[in-house]
């Protein structure tokens, strides 16, 4: 049995500057901005598609394999 390899969006809570962009942007509606502090990702609704990490201006967002 072989498995795909999936990928799964993390932000750095550090680096967000929580704007918003990313959670706009999510055609899965992954990621809340939490309290307005820090995005959060919906490890379960996201499907890996790198779309927030192209749009957040603080580069907080990379791919990271998931398991
Ligand atoms: S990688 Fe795609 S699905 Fe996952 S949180 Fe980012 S925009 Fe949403
Ligand atoms: S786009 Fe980047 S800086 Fe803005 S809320 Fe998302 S992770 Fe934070």
Known sequence: MSEKK???AAV???VC????????TCP???IT???GM???VDAGR???CGACAAVC?????????AS
């Open 46 to 48: 996201c499907i890996g």
């Open 57 to 65: 201006p603080a580069s907080a967002i990379t791919m990271e394999a």
């Open 28 to 30: 899965r509606l992954a």
């Open 17 to 24: 500057a929580s704007c918003g962009e990313c959670a706009e």
């Open 12 to 14: 750095d809570h550090r």
């Open 6 to 8: 999936k990928r799964r």
């Open 33 to 35: 901005v939490e309290r």
């Open 38 to 40: 820090y995005a959060v």
